[in-house]
């Protein structure tokens, strides 16, 4: 759990130095940091997609997943989870935007495979260098969007500390089951989703990104559907 204690801390770091030129930005600045922070999140999220190979089973992940996103309205109980901790530990103007830095910042930081690949090698291996990486990288990603977004971002931390916690400590059970391909197009799916957090910060649309996250695990039931199929052909062979 150490790595997953420091990729935590980077983010809270990172979030109170962006705090820092969040507070000191004039608002007819702010949509510039608005802008590099989308521009950089959809240049994140295209690298991501592109490595994704079945086309098909992208699309039907995005689809289903998020009209199952819509009819459990998973981005208005996160939302509403954001507006609870600014409530509870803000003050002020601090607490504008909260729950969308919250939202967009937690998507971000767990929705790679450097979190679930990472999470698999500090939990099996004790080999913490994948994590200390994304660490590095989730610092510096916390600095632009606290800076665009505000302190909501810092909070996010909690959303990797429980994720990438809950992988480590399940990883001696799960990492058999992860192949290449499943993290290929695991990576493709949150590539997209990263891709419409950049879109929202660019005001190009109001996307409800979270809705969206039930494609990761459809992604997964078809990854692992399609070897099943393939591999009893191959047995009745």
Not at 15 to 35: C, Q
Not at 55 to 61: G, K, P, R, T
Not at 193 to 218: D, E, H, Y
């Amino acid at each position: 759990m150490i790595a997953t204690v420091v990729n935590a801390l980077a983010v809270i770091a990172g979030s109170l130095l962006g705090l820092l030129l969040h507070g000191r930005i004039k608002d007819s600045f702010k949509s510039v940091v608005h802008v590099g922070a989308g521009v950089t999140s959809l240049i994140i999220g295209i690298q991501m997609a592109v490595g994704a190979q079945k086309i098909v089973f992208l699309a039907l992940s995005l689809i289903i997943g998020g009209l199952l996103g819509t009819w459990w309205r998973i981005e208005d109980g996160i939302l509403a989870l954001g507006e609870t901790l600014k409530r509870t530990f803000v003050r002020g103007d601090h607490g504008k935007d909260f729950a969308f830095g919250f939202l967009n910042a937690s998507v971000l930081f767990c929705v790679g495979a450097m979190a679930l690949v990472g999470s698999f090698k500090a939990g099996t291996e004790r080999n913490y260098d994948l994590i200390f990486t994304k660490s590095v990288m989730d610092a510096f990603m916390s600095i632009v969007f606290t800076a665009a977004m505000g302190i909501g971002v810092a909070f996010s931390a909690l959303s990797v500390f429980v994720y990438q916690g809950l992988l480590t400590i399940a990883a001696a059970w799960l990492k058999p089951l992860v192949s290449a391909e499943l993290l290929r197009e695991l990576t493709g799916v949150g590539g997209a989703l990263v891709i419409m957090i950049g879109i929202n910060l660019l005001g190009l649309a109001k996307l409800k990104t979270a809705n969206f996250l039930p494609a990761l695990l459809l992604v997964v039931l078809l990854v692992a559907g399609e070897a099943f199929t393939v591999s009893h052909h191959l047995f009745g062979l």
